[in-house]
């Protein structure tokens, strides 16, 4: 019998950043293990990043089925530049701060209209479209993954129509607890629809998959039948042939998008002050954001004397090009949200970072999921974000490691491969 599985997906190639890795590198290896995956994702998305290097990890086996979605983002847009804001980008909504006029009224109309997010149009006629392609197909499980979580009322429609279906519902944020749903001024109408959506889910799916151990607990706590941590991790095929280079400064870099709830103040204030304190790291000190940064971070640092000199930003690259920029990197930043759930903090990109090999320095909650990874496999440490000294401390410690030429080995990191994380996924197939 045919091991066929269908992944509902929003993200896909070409669509960039971390999201879309978990499940492209989950379908290369389950292609590889002989199973038939399909792939149903949208054929007109609106993506802030696009990656078409990760279009070489689909296998060509696999039947990528794209349906047509509407979005309200490019109307937001339109509506923002008549009132003068041209620039405005999708982690620009993600504001912590005061927001401008548009800003608040975008991010209310999008928190409390379109429930649980901007593509809830495209859930009633895909699960229509899907419901004969499962049976058309001869396909018994599914698999949808959020954010955007409108993707599991999807798997929840053709689970109700379908109920010998067998569907795992993948969640690589929170919910109902999503810190993200508190910068959309949210009213308690709204946070009960999101919460009573979200238990439908977590109670009628199968198997409720996860990628920290404290969103596992949580999911557990909010009614959840069966929920199994996978977490996210790295393609060692990814890092075969990356090149490790001697920096000519010692350099500092951030990957990945960076919105409001992730704030790298604390570590540019203490490396600010290393700066002036100390006139050799003064000269020898590059700092660079690789990604979509908000606006709010990038005027801090414009309007800064010190960090406008050794603090650059660079767009999204390739994720091909990236792995040779890991091997020209001295420490790599790790910026973890610090809203309630804080704990449970543990991004897809830390992952590669632990395959590169470089130290990590990261601020954020000291007891958290990142941080227990961290100390397990010696790679790096989290800090406290009011911990400045001890952030300085750590900086001119990696600072000194680099000028005696230290090299850093990372231990136990096996289990994070792709690979070790689909044979996971594969036997919780098997025991549906």
Same mark, same amino acid.
């Given at each position: 019998? %045919? ?161 010998? #279906? ?25 946070? %009960?629809?999101?919460?009573?959506? +979200? ?49 000519? %400064? ?9 919105? +409001?709830?992730?704030?790298?103040? /604390? ?8 700066? #002036? ?10 700092? +660079? ?46 910026? #973890? ?9 543990? /991004? ?5 970072? #632990? ?27 989290? %800090? ?45 197939? +098997?025991?549906?």
């Amino acid at each position: 019998m %045919k091991k066929r599985v269908l992944i509902i997906t929003y993200y896909w190639p070409p669509s960039g950043g971390s999201g879309v890795q978990r499940w492209l590198k989950f379908v290369k290896y389950l292609v590889r293990a002989g199973w038939e995956p399909y792939v149903f994702t949208p054929e007109n998305p609106s993506y802030t990043i696009q990656d078409h290097s990760l279009l070489k990890d689909i296998p060509k086996s696999v039947e990528v089925v794209k349906f047509p979605i509407w979005e309200p983002y490019q109307l937001f847009f339109k509506i923002a530049s008549l009132f003068g804001s041209k620039n405005l980008q999708q982690t620009d909504f993600v504001s912590t701060d005061k927001k401008s006029f548009i800003k608040r009224v975008s991010s209310w109309i999008r928190g409390n209209f379109f429930i649980p997010d901007a593509r809830v149009f495209w859930i009633k006629p895909s699960a229509n479209y899907l419901h004969d392609f499962v049976i058309r197909n001869q396909i018994d499980k599914i698999i949808t993954t959020g954010p955007p979580h409108s993707v599991h009322l999807i798997g929840l429609r053709l689970k109700n129509r379908n109920p010998a #279906l067998r569907w795992i519902a993948d969640f690589r944020d929170p919910w109902s607890e999503w810190d993200l749903l508190d910068t959309f001024s949210l009213t308690a109408i709204a946070r %009960k629809i999101h919460a009573s959506q +979200e238990r439908k889910v977590l109670q009628r799916s199968d198997v409720v998959l996860t990628v920290t151990p404290f969103y596992k607990e949580r999911f557990k706590a909010l009614g959840a039948r069966d929920v199994v941590l996978i977490t996210n991790g790295f393609d060692e095929d990814d890092f075969v042939d990356i090149t490790h280079s001697r920096t000519t %400064k010692f350099t500092v870099r951030h990957i990945g998008g960076m919105d +409001e709830l992730r704030d790298p103040r /604390p570590i540019m204030r203490a490396i600010k002050e290393l700066y #002036l304190d100390n006139e050799d790291f003064s000269g020898d000190i590059v700092i +660079e954001f690789v990604g979509s940064v908000n606006s709010s971070f990038r005027l801090f640092v414009e309007q800064d004397t010190v960090l406008k000199q050794i603090v650059q930003f660079r767009n999204h690259i390739p994720h091909n090009e990236l792995l040779n920029i890991y091997g020209k990197t001295d420490v790599l930043l790790l910026v #973890l949200a610090h809203q309630s759930i804080a704990v449970g903090n543990l /991004p897809g990109k830390l992952f590669e970072y #632990l395959a590169s090999g470089k130290p990590i320095l990261g601020v954020g909650a000291v007891d958290g999921d990142a941080a227990e990874i961290l100390q397990q496999t010696k790679a790096g440490v989290i %800090k406290d974000r009011n911990d400045v000294e001890g952030i300085k401390l750590q900086v001119r410690q990696y600072y000194e490691g680099w000028k005696a030429g230290d090299v850093y080995e990372n231990n136990s990191i096996h289990m994070y491969s792709r690979k070790h994380l689909t044979d996971k996924l594969i036997f919780v197939l +098997e025991q549906l």
